[in-house]
């Protein structure tokens, strides 16, 4: 695996984050056989933000190189993949703070879930019982818009006992659903 990180709002705006994103991919498959990594099987995860960020590169063809995304698939684990400025987020503020503007039109234009298309790369979907507010919403709109384009749902995990941290902290203890089902993802994508 190879962790990256992405300018924060402060430092860039939209699609500042997303085009760090697409630099690290394609540092990835440019020095591949460097680190004896198939080119044909990378892919992408992204948590919270950063599944934001790694969904706008995904799913936004705009965003890809004339060859595209260059994936084999996303993993999306408690994805605010919907830019949204209404009341009961509160994260509003950082949502202008990023994407510069509080224009429904333009933050639906700037959102994951508003790019999926029946070519989507095959996508994971996890969250957490006890989310964040509203990340349950975007990750079940996520799936939904990829069963309506794909015409069949993809995998996806709601994890009872866990929270917006705990559902990455746990990876790789003894409590192995997620982990194992991710495996399971990477092994078979769909």
């Not at 085009?19 to 990378?42: N, P």
């Not at 790694?54 to 004339?66: M, Q």
């Not at 510069?100 to 879930?113: C, E, F, H, N, R």
Request: aromatic letters at 8%; one cysteine or more.
């Amino acid at each position: 695996g190879i962790n990256i990180g992405y300018r924060l709002a402060g430092d860039a705006g939209y699609p500042g984050a997303t085009e760090d994103i697409a630099s690290a991919v394609a540092w990835t498959r440019q020095h591949a056989t460097e680190f004896g990594i198939d080119r044909d099987r990378l892919f992408l995860m992204g948590h919270s933000a950063g599944a934001a960020h790694s969904g706008s590169y995904v799913y936004d063809s705009r965003r890809h190189p004339a060859d595209g995304p260059g994936l084999a698939g996303h993993l999306v684990v408690s994805g605010r993949v919907r830019a949204e400025t209404r009341p009961e987020n509160p994260n509003a503020h950082k949502v202008v703070a990023y994407y510069g503007t509080d224009s429904a039109d333009a933050l639906a234009d700037a959102s994951p879930v508003s790019h999926i298309g029946p070519d989507s790369l095959p996508t994971f979907i996890a969250f957490a019982e006890y989310e964040n507010p509203l990340i349950d919403v975007h990750c079940l709109e996520l799936a939904s818009r990829l069963a309506q384009a794909k015409r069949r749902a993809p995998p996806l995990v709601w994890l009872p006992g866990h929270n917006h941290t705990s559902i990455i902290g746990h990876i790789n203890t003894s409590e192995d659903h997620l982990g194992q089902a991710m495996l399971n993802f990477i092994a078979h994508p769909r």
